[in-house]
């Protein structure tokens, strides 16, 4: 792949849109490549990925205006499915994806973060959704996932105005997690650039994650994303059988008889995601 790469640290993915002479845009071929990047995570091995940016400016700053700027009614609407079917990938994947955020998420940028579990970003961060100062409404899921998680009243702000808010704005709003900040000494030398310190956060938030019943996790993903989508009463029930489907396996026997083990001789083995 040209503008997506991918590694693997133990049971942690890391998957880097690597387009930073663009701002790492989001264009048909990254939107296909994102595709394929997520479609080849081995599930046996990895139990959490990390989406980030290359460079220390972008996330993502957007869908590639240059390619937008001459399609048709059609076309328009066709490009909004290609994003939206690889975000909705992302958002229903089964395992869980963290976003780190290390600049700019704009437009495209700001919903394929959205589409992520939990959005960490550096200070330098900066979000927004400015299509309607480009003769578009957000086609990738902004207007939807924005509003959910933000409220409609904030998200009708931020679209209606196409005003960028920064890191510490966003965190107020609860657009994302949580804001890393450089590491300084006594002396006022940064000795971690924030984009240093974002990755090494996030790389600590997959590897809690993954040390996890794999199973539970997964479990409790699809709980909480389908639950959105349905009424209190319907939702239990979803929980109930995610819960339910937890018993018998290795992972529920395993973790319950490790914690009433009084003496603990045992050094807690991983989970073994069965």
Known sequence: MEFVLYEQKGAVGIITINRPKA???LNSQVL?????????????EVRCLILTGAGEKSFVAGADIGEMSTLTKAEGEAFGKKGN?????????????????????????CEIS???DIRICSDNAVF?????????????????????????????????????IKAPEALRIGLVNDVIAATVDAEGNVTATAQENLMAAAEKM????AKNAPIAV???????????????DDALVIEEKLFGDCFETEDQQYGMAF?????KEKVKEPFKNK
């Open 23 to 25: 701002l790492n845009a």
């Open 32 to 44: 296909e490549e994102l595709d394929e990047a997520f479609s080849s995570v081995n599930l046996d």
């Open 85 to 109: 079917d690889v975000f909705r990938k992302i958002e229903t994947f089964p395992i869980p994806v963290i976003a780190a955020i290390n600049g700019f998420a704009l437009g495209g940028g």
């Open 114 to 116: 959205m589409s992520c």
């Open 128 to 164: 927004g959704q400015p299509e309607v100062g480009l003769g578009i409404t957000p086609g990738f899921g902004g207007t939807q996932r924005l509003a959910r998680l933000v409220g409609a009243g904030m998200a009708k702000q931020m679209i209606y105005t196409a005003r960028n």
């Open 206 to 209: 997959a590897a809690g994650i």
């Open 218 to 232: 997964r479990n409790c993903k699809k709980a909480i994303n389908d639950g959105l989508d349905a009424t209190m």
């Open 259 to 263: 914690f009433l083990d009084k003496n």
